[in-house]
């Protein structure tokens, strides 16, 4: 099981970024997949995830601002960030659900003015 997120970056509070994260290694389609994030000093959190179902759960910090999406025929998952605060600050992962032990490097986000 591989999953590579990218798209990370700095933005201002109330800015948007959108997240993508490539799957390799298994039958992508039948998954459910998820965005976690960690903070330093912090467990790592599940902030959003989709089931093969196309059925979505979110944490109540992120709903009404951030969307979770998939495209099977491009093993991807992606994760639109909209209103994004300071708090949101952490580095990002994506992984199936119960996650594999292989989280990939992450990406930044750093919502900061």
């Known amino acids: 099981v591989q999953l590579q997120a990218s798209g990370g970056g700095l933005v201002q509070p109330g800015g948007s970024l959108r997240l993508s994260c490539v799957a390799s290694g298994f039958i992508f389609s039948i998954k459910t997949v998820g965005w976690y994030r960690q903070v330093p000093g912090k467990e790592r959190e599940l902030v959003t995830s989709?089931?093969?179902?196309?059925?979505?759960n979110s944490a109540d910090s992120v709903k009404g601002r951030f969307t979770i999406y998939r495209n099977n025929a491009k093993n991807t998952v992606y994760l639109q960030m909209d209103s994004l605060k300071p708090e949101d600050t952490a580095v990002y992962y994506c992984?199936?659900?119960?996650?594999?032990?292989?989280w990939g490097q992450g990406t930044q986000v750093t919502v900061s003015s």
């Open positions: 992984n199936i659900l119960p996650p594999s032990l292989n």
């Open positions: 989709i089931n093969s179902e196309f059925r979505v």
